[in-house]
């Protein structure tokens, strides 16, 4: 009996998917849960799971290509032939064994022949380059590793600390065998594992420190080390729950959930293009451009520009640092959500949709704040922030930059939105207004705090002031109420003890 | 929000209400309990401390009719004074109930006595009761309002209690040994009186409308117990579906329906062990639009809160299981949510279940039915403690352990323990469960020898094919 895998729809929007790297291949055994494919979609490049037991069979669509969702990728032999080997498996991976390496063991030659025939070094490479191929080797530090080598910012990121001891004394080729032939969810990281292959002898050192250096402060019950051990987890990136923050069993089902569901690589530097290059545009430049294009051309924006004072809202946040009342800093993005979510409750109709019988007030006020990455952006989402206190919007805020950090957003995180604030204050702008993104009915643009002369009880004084820009749907809102609003962001920022209540 | 008098006040001073109540207190909170009974609620007085009291007389009349017939110790013409019997669980359970008392003062937590009904999100009216002081004011205010009500027995519609008619709570007062009874229901209750009744003489019927006994536990463990009342001299039926009582002469005639055929049984007395239901209607819980729940359960969250948002529920008026410990585990555990110390959520998983008969039944987390019902590959251990060197030594050679394991990662997801100190024995899995502990940390740790604990163990390695006594 074989059964058809076929392309899943991993999110409300997507349409299609491509291939990124097939994780299993034909012959490989597959388990229900197990990934095996990435997947690129219009919000994310995302793991596809296997929901049967079986053994690969026939795949349809090659990595690089685009399958409908719905559309057969590939196909499963039953569990019953479980018992037929795997012989099919490619040998891909040894051969991406890179020639230096190759050419290193053969200079080395008769003197380190084994028993079997084979070189220590190139049987060492074997085991390197096939492990990694199936991401059996600690594959949050490959990933880590690739990260840095694309974007120097990436390098902010703190290192993790060594993994615990999951089995101390074992040997490298004791350890792959303790694993799971699972791939995990974070190991996409076949071109980084070929790209550490040249340096044999150092992924040979990284199997012996991987499994042995821990600091013996990490906390995990024993049914959490196995499973975490069995998908190829580092405990140390999984945050505990448990008493003292004991990992448990649910944090990793919990953060293999989110590492499955949407993992991307987090911004930074925008892309630049090459010159003299064609692009092949990715699916989330297709949505941006679909999107943001539709939106200029449906909606007749018009743009509300006003100038606030940030000398009181600057001073809430110094004061409320150095009383750290709070866990984590409140930041200015928090105060203007937390401002912006409270002239929304104000003026409903900016939070708001255009259909094309009506105009759609919503019951909550869920702010996306657009986050650039990689190849675009993204727009998380603060839900209910009219429920909300500041400190409650700086946490959300704060788990989803998190999150934006290190993968893992779940669907919910990345919808919903009903209004959106674009924050270029970090980038120093003067000003600027944003494109609305549909539904919504508005977009606030916030530029940055500036040192400028303002006039203060009749003197020109140094003061700090911040542009803040409305685009409003004129369809629904005509220009009173977007002025209004903006004035009302505005009285909220320069009496930010309101904020507090 | 009217001026709080209160931070918290509990109705109910059962194991959930008065828990709550100390936890609350500890965190600063200003607490008032009310209740309308005594001090410790249905378990103190009325069901796990008394019972255990008779239960224990019972195993010591077990234990020396045993005597002469397995140690060769003659213990001729051995006489009982049932009144006695009675009157000492009456004193242990009255005890306790000095102790609440004591815990409440010692706590500065105010103790009303009054029946209570909810007034507003924020107000408790106090009725008085009689035979009781009359309360301290027409109500209290608190900031949050925490339902522990407890539960009553259950009964049969026109079925009236006296003359020999009994629920536990009658049994539990009852000084007059019965020669025959007939006891419906043959869950954790029915079981115990009926260890309780016969290890005292008394001819005992035992009706069950399941096919099995402990109906939900595990059907080995069951089946286990029935061999071990049959073989007591208990008489079991089971898929005996109960239909009538009528009075014939100075016997009650209890009408059975057996699938379709009918049969009648004559005895002294008729004890009612069905279960027992929440008691949510007298709380004037539907003028502040408090929903129910199948069974007349109140609905809560996973912070325990009802549908009025200053109004929490645990224990046995909330959820089942119907267990004291349980009612404390969520008293403490809504307390600690209510004061932003602890995450939502309580794990009824790892809650154990004790029936404290001879032999004595212990269960915690999944059946393995229930573990196969909800899709979970398992493997399981068994070890009989008739290959245990302790349970022969000591001559309780009953029943087994039984652990269920997923087949994945060894993850301990239930366990039922039938035999001598069951319910002693299963706190170790329950901490293994907290702990989640697989199969191997069970099996691997060192269990001192000779001890019935020692069957965990084997049961956990066993589970694996690993074990070594059996």
Request: one cysteine or more; proline letters at 6%; hydrophobic letters at 40%.
């Amino acid at each position: 009996m074989s059964t058809e895998i076929t392309m899943p729809k991993l999110s409300d929007t997507m349409e299609e998917g491509k291939i990124l790297r097939w994780l299993k291949h034909p012959g490989d055994q597959v388990h229900p849960g197990e990934p095996i494919a990435e997947v690129e979609t219009d919000k994310a490049d995302m793991v596809m799971e296997a929901f049967d037991e079986g053994f690969l069979d026939e795949v349809r669509v090659k990595e690089g290509e685009s399958a409908k969702v719905g559309a057969v990728i590939a196909t499963l032999r039953g569990a019953g032939e479980a018992s037929q080997p795997p012989a099919e498996r490619p040998p891909a991976p040894t051969l991406d064994v890179p020639p230096a390496a190759e050419q290193l063991a053969q200079t080395n030659g008769g003197s380190m022949k084994s028993r079997d025939g084979e070189s220590p070094l190139a049987e060492g490479l074997e085991l390197a380059t096939t492990e990694s191929s199936r991401g059996r080797v600690a594959p949050m530090r490959q990933i880590r590793r690739r990260r840095g080598s694309i974007v120097d910012a990436e390098k902010e990121i703190p290192e993790t600390s060594s993994p615990p001891a999951l089995e101390p004394e074992v040997t490298p080729q004791d350890k792959s065998l303790r694993y799971h032939p699972a791939v995990s969810a974070v190991q996409s990281a076949a071109p980084t594992a070929i790209a550490a292959a040249p340096h044999q002898p150092l992924a040979l050192a990284e199997l012996h420190e991987a499994p042995a250096a821990g600091d013996g402060k990490l906390r995990a019950s024993p049914l959490a080390r196995r499973a975490a051990e069995e998908a190829g987890i580092d405990l140390g990136q999984v945050r505990g729950t448990g008493p003292e923050g004991r990992v448990t069993k649910r944090d990793i089902d919990n953060f293999l959930r989110e590492q499955q569901l949407f993992k991307f690589r987090r911004l930074v530097a925008p892309r630049e293009g090459l010159p003299g290059t064609r692009e092949e545009l990715s699916k989330m430049r297709k949505t941006i451009a679909h999107r943001m294009a539709a939106s200029k051309r449906e909606i007749p924006h018009f743009y509300v520009t006003i100038e606030v004072d940030m000398e009181e809202a600057v001073k809430l946040k110094n004061s409320l640092e150095a009383t750290e009342l709070f866990e984590e800093d409140i930041t200015y993005n928090d105060i203007i959500v937390k401002a912006t979510a409270l002239a929304l409750s104000r003026y409903t109709r900016m939070n708001a949709s255009f259909e094309d019988d009506g105009i759609v007030i919503y019951p909550n006020i869920n702010i996306g704040m657009a986050v650039a990455v990689e190849d675009g952006l993204i727009v998380p989402v603060i839900h209910q922030c009219e429920q909300k206190t500041l400190p409650e919007i700086s946490r959300a805020a704060h788990r989803l930059v998190g999150k934006a950090a290190h993968g893992g957003f779940s669907g919910e995180d990345l919808s919903g939105a009903t209004f959106t604030i674009s924050n270029m204050g970090m980038l120093g702008v003067e000003h600027f207004a944003a494109v609305i993104v549909p539904p919504q009915a508005a977009i606030l643009a916030v530029s940055a705090v500036k040192d400028k002369p303002v006039v203060r009880n009749g003197q020109v004084v140094v003061g700090k002031t911040m542009m803040l820009t409305v685009a409003c749907d004129h369809r629904v809102i005509d220009g009173v109420v977007g002025a209004r609003f903006l004035n009302e962001v505005k009285r909220f920022l320069e009496n930010p003890a309101s904020l507090l209540v | 929000m009217p001026t709080s008098r209160y931070d918290l006040v509990v109705i109910g001073s059962g194991p959930g209400g008065y828990v709550a109540a100390i936890r609350a207190s500890q965190l600063k909170m200003r607490v008032a309990v009310i209740e309308r009974d005594l001090p410790g609620g249905v378990c103190l007085n009325w069901g796990c401390i008394p019972s255990k009291a008779l239960l224990n007389s019972a195993e010591t009349m077990e234990l020396i009719h045993g005597a002469s017939r397995e140690h060769g110790i003659e213990a001729t013409e051995v006489r009982f004074d049932f009144k006695r019997v009675i009157a000492r669980s009456r004193e242990a359970a009255d005890k306790l109930s000095k102790g609440v008392r004591f815990l409440l003062r010692k706590n500065k937590i105010d103790y009303v006595e009054a029946q209570a009904t909810l007034a507003g999100p924020h107000t408790v009216a106090l009725a008085p009761v009689a035979g009781k002081s009359t309360p301290p004011a027409e109500g209290i205010e608190a900031a949050r309002i925490l339902i522990a009500a407890g539960s009553a027995e259950k009964l049969f519609p026109g079925m009236t209690i006296g003359n020999g008619v009994m629920t536990s709570k009658e049994a539990l007062l009852n000084d007059h040994l019965p020669n025959r009874i007939v006891i419906i229901g043959a869950g954790a209750i029915g079981a115990e009186f009926g260890y309780f009744y016969q290890a005292f003489g008394s001819t005992v019927t035992i009706v069950e409308l399941e096919k099995q006994m402990l109906p939900g536990m595990d059907t080995e463990v069951a089946e286990e117990l029935r061999k071990a009342f049959v073989k007591r001299g208990v008489t079991v039926l089971l898929g005996h579906g109960y239909q009538s009582i009528t009075r014939r002469g100075d016997q009650w005639s209890v009408g059975l329906d057996a699938g379709g055929s009918t049969k009648s049984i004559d005895a002294e007395a008729v004890l009612v062990a069905v279960g027992r239901g929440p008691v949510s209607r007298e709380l004037g819980l539907e003028k502040l639009g408090i929903e129910l729940e199948r069974g007349g359960f109140v609905k809560t969250d996973d912070s325990f809160r009802t549908s009025c948002p200053s109004v929490y529920a645990i224990g046995d008026v909330a959820r089942p299981p119907l267990l004291a410990h349980k009612a404390s585990a969520e008293g403490v555990a809504a307390v600690e949510i209510m004061a932003g110390i602890r995450e939502p959520g309580f794990d009824l998983l790892s809650i154990p279940a004790c029936i404290y008969c001879e032999p004595e039944v212990a269960s915690v987390g999944l059946s393995e039915a229930d573990a196969v019902a909800r899709g979970i590959e398992v493997k399981v251990g068994r070890m009989p403690f008739r290959a245990n060197g302790k349970a022969v030594a000591v001559n309780q050679t009953e029943g087994f352990v039984k652990i269920i394991a997923s087949k994945q990662y060894g993850e301990v997801v239930g366990c039922q323990i039938i035999g001598h100190h069951a319910t002693d024995l299963i706190s170790e899995v329950v901490l293994g469960k907290t702990l989640e502990t697989t199969t191997a940390e069970l099996g691997h740790s060192v269990h001192p020898h000779p001890t019935l604990s020692e069957a965990i163990m084997e049961a956990a390695l066993a589970a694996s094919g690993e074990a070594i006594n059996f």
